[in-house]
């Protein structure tokens, strides 16, 4: 290769190498693009050439910044291949609070008119970061003034009175701090007590369990044979001179009741309510049944003892997992004022408390359209079990006998919420059914 031809190559590269400079630093682009204008009130800190992008991804340029009619008018030319519609948006935006300003567009929307070379494009205007500043520092200003002068003195005042107030309650809670470790310690060990009696007594509870369903079963006989008129009493029952007499006993004895509570003053009586829920439980596709009995000496105290999740834990088709939920003891005692009523003890064999509230009846009524109930138990720590079992539940009364509602189960962990039906039985309807028993059987004769 001559001389004259490598000079040739080394002068054609570096023009070569000096476009491809040119085009690099001055933001040249080899590619067709167009022209669209927007126009701002304020384009401060907006470089010249600076990036255009859509969604964070770089579609074109700023061209020039000029002012036109006291407005600055910036110059955009963007990508032919993207398409920007009437409905456009732009906006000046910085990357970070003092990062480098660019152009982001919203594109707009397809069913509009596409955007040509020169034409307009709708601008949203932005605060700039010295006039938020600014804003600011004025507001501080007006602050300090006012306090300076007094003005909000009442305001301030209060404040101090509410942060003082905060210090004392903290304190009050920490001074406090080793009573209430010594209240949760009580409350562990009684749990961790009681359902150690309870495993010692699985067998006679299980034993109490079988011999309420026999009971159950001998009373589901004696009543079929008492409707089919079979046995001493369904003879007795139907006798219509017996009826007549027994009538007679009982409004005597009715008024002798009635005249010894006027003479001894006595207007409080024990009363007794048998309870039976029945509960659907999806976790384990099961019903569950719970029967308990409650007895009420007066209108602000109670005590209910029954069990729950009965069951045969002998079925050799049932498993230990479900075996150990079956037939767990509820003892309880409560006191209640006119709307709510809060009650502690043994709750499925493990301590607890609960509180319940009726908003449109007295709390201690026969019949409550509306209650809810909030149950906290089994407060002892284990491997398996980090917090104790909250149940929350409510239910509406459609009957004075009869209540549906639901409940949500170890709401803190699980959450199963369980749908039931709950049945409800006092003295007084026993002793109504056996009247209207009596009366049937005389005006059938």
């Given at each position: 290769?001559?001389?004259?031809?490598?000079?040739?190559?080394?002068?054609?590269?570096?023009?070569?190498?000096?476009?491809?400079?040119?085009?690099?630093?001055?933001?040249?682009?080899?590619?067709?693009?167009?022209?669209?204008?927007?126009?701002?009130?304020?384009?401060?800190?907006?470089?010249?050439?600076?990036?255009?992008?859509?969604?964070?991804?770089?579609?074109?340029?700023?061209?020039?910044?000029?002012?036109?009619?006291?407005?600055?008018?910036?110059?955009?030319?963007?990508?032919?291949?993207?398409?920007?519609?009437?409905?456009?948006?732009?906006?000046?935006?910085?990357?970070?609070?003092?990062?480098?300003?660019?152009?982001?567009?919203?594109?707009?929307?397809?069913?509009?008119?596409?955007?040509?070379?020169?034409?307009?494009?709708?601008?949203?205007?932005?605060?700039?970061?010295?006039?938020?500043?600014?804003?600011?520092?004025?507001?501080?200003?007006?602050?300090?003034?006012?306090?300076?002068?007094?003005?909000?003195?009442?305001?301030?005042?209060?404040?101090?009175?509410?942060?003082?107030?905060?210090?004392?309650?903290?304190?009050?809670?920490?001074?406090?701090?080793?009573?209430?470790?010594?209240?949760?310690?009580?409350?562990?060990?009684?749990?961790?007590?009681?359902?150690?009696?309870?495993?010692?007594n699985k067998d006679d509870i299980r034993a109490i369990v079988l011999e309420l369903k026999k009971v159950s079963m001998k009373v589901d006989e004696l009543v079929t044979k008492i409707s089919e008129g079979k046995g001493t009493l369904a003879t007795l029952?139907?006798?219509?001179?017996?009826?007549?007499?027994?009538?007679?006993?009982?409004?005597?004895?009715?008024?002798?009741?009635?005249?010894?509570?006027?003479?001894?003053?006595?207007?409080?009586?024990?009363?007794?309510?048998?309870e039976y829920m029945g509960r659907f439980d999806p976790r384990a596709d099961r019903f569950r049944s719970d029967f308990g009995i409650r007895f009420r000496p007066n209108n602000h105290k109670f005590y209910y003892v029954g069990v729950s999740n009965l069951?045969?834990?002998?079925?050799?088709?049932?498993?230990?997992?479900?075996?150990?939920?079956?037939?767990?003891?509820?003892?309880?005692?409560?006191?209640?004022?006119?709307?709510?009523?809060?009650?502690?003890?043994?709750?499925?064999?493990?301590?607890?408390?609960?509180?319940?509230?009726?908003?449109?009846?007295?709390?201690?009524?026969?019949?409550?359209?509306?209650?809810?109930?909030?149950?906290?138990?089994?407060?002892?720590?284990?491997?398996?079990?980090?917090?104790?079992?909250?149940?929350?539940?409510?239910?509406?009364?459609?009957?004075?006998?009869?209540?549906?509602?639901?409940?949500?189960?170890?709401?803190?962990?699980?959450?199963?919420?369980?749908?039931?039906?709950?049945?409800?039985?006092?003295?007084?309807?026993?002793?109504?059914?056996?009247?209207?028993?009596?009366?049937?059987?005389?005006?059938?004769?």
């Amino acid at each position: 290769m001559s001389n004259e031809l490598k000079l040739g190559f080394f002068v054609v590269l570096g023009i070569l190498s000096i476009l491809a400079t040119i085009t690099l630093l001055g933001n040249f682009s080899l590619t067709s693009k167009y022209k669209i204008n927007a126009y701002f009130s304020n384009a401060s800190g907006l470089p010249k050439k600076a990036k255009v992008k859509i969604s964070g991804v770089d579609v074109g340029n700023v061209k020039d910044i000029i002012l036109e009619n006291g407005k600055a008018k910036i110059i955009l030319v963007i990508n032919n291949d993207i398409k920007l519609y009437s409905d456009a948006q732009i906006q000046i935006v910085s990357m970070g609070i003092i990062g480098t300003k660019y152009i982001d567009i919203k594109p707009g929307s397809s069913t509009n008119r596409l955007l040509v070379n020169g034409d307009n494009v709708i601008a949203l205007e932005t605060t700039s970061l010295e006039e938020m500043v600014s804003s600011v520092a004025k507001q501080v200003g007006t602050v300090l003034n006012n306090i300076s002068n007094g003005i909000n003195e009442e305001f301030f005042k209060n404040l101090s009175d509410t942060v003082a107030n905060l210090k004392k309650v903290s304190q009050t809670i920490a001074n406090k701090e080793k009573s209430i470790e010594a209240v949760i310690d009580n409350f562990k060990n009684f749990s961790s007590d009681l359902s150690e009696v309870t495993r010692e007594n699985k067998d006679d509870i299980r034993a109490i369990v079988l011999e309420l369903k026999k009971v159950s079963m001998k009373v589901d006989e004696l009543v079929t044979k008492i409707s089919e008129g079979k046995g001493t009493l369904a003879t007795l029952i139907n006798d219509e001179e017996m009826a007549k007499e027994l009538k007679q006993t009982v409004t005597e004895i009715k008024t002798t009741v009635e005249q010894v509570q006027t003479v001894m003053g006595k207007t409080s009586k024990l009363e007794i309510d048998w309870e039976y829920m029945g509960r659907f439980d999806p976790r384990a596709d099961r019903f569950r049944s719970d029967f308990g009995i409650r007895f009420r000496p007066n209108n602000h105290k109670f005590y209910y003892v029954g069990v729950s999740n009965l069951g045969n834990a002998n079925d050799e088709k049932t498993d230990e997992i479900e075996k150990d939920k079956l037939n767990k003891l509820d003892a309880l005692i409560g006191f209640r004022s006119e709307n709510f009523e809060a009650y502690g003890g043994a709750m499925r064999s493990k301590g607890g408390i609960g509180f319940g509230f009726s908003p449109f009846d007295k709390i201690y009524a026969s019949y409550k359209k509306l209650y809810f109930n909030v149950d906290v138990f089994d407060f002892s720590s284990s491997q398996s079990k980090s917090t104790p079992n909250v149940t929350v539940g409510a239910r509406l009364g459609i009957f004075n006998w009869c209540y549906v509602g639901f409940q949500v189960e170890d709401a803190v962990a699980k959450s199963t919420f369980m749908p039931y039906i709950k049945i409800k039985i006092t003295d007084q309807d026993l002793a109504s059914l056996f009247g209207v028993a009596s009366i049937a059987a005389v005006s059938t004769k």
